[in-house]
């Protein structure tokens, strides 16, 4: 076994499985059947958001015919079943997962395969079956903050899976996917079952983030409660599901001005056109309430196409300011008299307290 050597929480659990994920070996007919505490653990850390993926010898057609059978095949979100090396198919399992090989984990009866694995990606962690009964004890499958959206999150996986299917086969122009999608990005005001999300957003997403800044729960509480602010998250889904919770504004009123602190997406919807929507809800906003929009941007490395967002909805920077250097604040304000920008056409925003923003 390899120890946990770095403390984050396993997001994926990869499991082998004769004689891993049940009793016996299914080529050589038997009638393999998982025991009641591996059953156990697989269900609660599904509940929990970890995924589940296999990576195993075998004939890939009868393996996933028998876990359909037992009733297990909607529990794995990646199927990796052949003759080829474990560790290409963890690898493989990272990408089409979107999820960085240092979360994974991999559980295998065979010390070789768990020796192959690990010398290929040292940062996956190692288990044999005997510890099966223990994971959900163990502080690497135990997520700091247990929401409703992270018992959906195999739901939301599969989701996306299909989504990439569907993208994959589209023949026909990129637009007109889009509209395919029926897309419909729901803005409401954070309650405090959203804190825990918003305070992964903001630690976890760095490209798609206007200012970089990151909130803890107790400071995104007390903004919530500020009768100056307001924080504010958006949720996404299209006709394969839900995308969960994928964005965040936080806004202060300052004199006669409505200012953008904070605007980030997940990087999951950079190519959805989302950004604009958002944006345009915070400045239909604003002017409704006969305040002046402002953004502020901090540039860093990597944020640039969250300025190109601003620009695109109508920001500008202020008269008289240049160019901002890396890590220094840029205002930017929106035009006096020009027209709010529209919700894209393939985008339906809902606003739950006033219905569609369209």
């Given at each position: ?288 309430e006969g305040r002046r929009p402002e953004a502020e941007f901090v540039p860093t490395a990597v944020n640039r196409a969250m300025l190109v967002n601003l620009r695109f909805a109508g920001f500008r920077p202020q008269a008289g300011s240049g160019p901002a250097a890396e890590g220094e604040p840029l205002v930017l304000e929106f035009p006096p008299g020009a027209a709010p920008p529209a919700v894209p056409d393939h985008v339906r925003l809902v606003i739950p307290s006033g219905g569609s923003d369209e």
């Amino acid at each position: 076994m390899t120890a946990d050597t770095h403390g984050a929480t396993v997001k994926c659990l990869v499991w082998d499985l004769d004689d891993t994920l049940w009793t016996g070996t299914l080529l050589e007919g038997d009638d393999p059947r998982p025991a009641e505490a591996t059953l156990s653990t697989l269900r609660t850390l599904d509940e929990r958001g970890v995924l589940h993926a296999v990576a195993s010898r075998g004939d890939h057609a009868t393996a996933t015919a028998h876990l359909a059978r037992l009733g297990l095949a909607e529990l794995f979100t990646a199927v990796e079943i052949g003759w080829g090396a474990k560790s290409a198919s963890v690898h493989r399992i990272s990408e089409v997962l979107g999820i960085g090989i240092d979360s994974l984990a991999f559980v295998d009866n065979d010390p070789v395969e768990r020796a192959e694995v690990a010398s290929a990606h040292p940062r996956v962690r190692c288990y044999e079956p005997e510890r099966i009964p223990a994971f959900p004890e163990l502080p690497e499958f135990r997520p700091g903050h247990l929401t409703e959206e992270s018992r959906r999150r195999r739901e939301m996986y599969r989701a996306e899976s299909s989504r990439r299917r569907a993208q994959e086969t589209y023949e026909g122009a990129p637009g007109d996917f889009l509209a395919s999608l029926a897309l419909e990005l729901t803005v409401r005001e954070a309650t405090e079952g959203d804190f825990a999300r918003a305070h992964e957003l903001t630690v976890r997403t760095h490209q798609l983030n206007t200012t970089g800044r990151t909130y803890d729960l107790a400071e995104l509480r007390q903004l919530s409660r500020s009768p100056d602010h307001r924080v504010m998250v958006a949720q996404l889904q299209d006709v394969y599901g839900s995308y969960g919770t994928v964005g965040l504004v936080v806004t202060e009123q300052v004199g006669d001005r409505t200012v953008l602190r904070l605007l980030l997406l997940s990087c999951r919807v950079m190519s959805r056109g989302i950004g604009p929507a958002l944006i345009g809800h915070v400045v239909r906003g604003a002017l409704a309430e006969g305040r002046r929009p402002e953004a502020e941007f901090v540039p860093t490395a990597v944020n640039r196409a969250m300025l190109v967002n601003l620009r695109f909805a109508g920001f500008r920077p202020q008269a008289g300011s240049g160019p901002a250097a890396e890590g220094e604040p840029l205002v930017l304000e929106f035009p006096p008299g020009a027209a709010p920008p529209a919700v894209p056409d393939h985008v339906r925003l809902v606003i739950p307290s006033g219905g569609s923003d369209e």
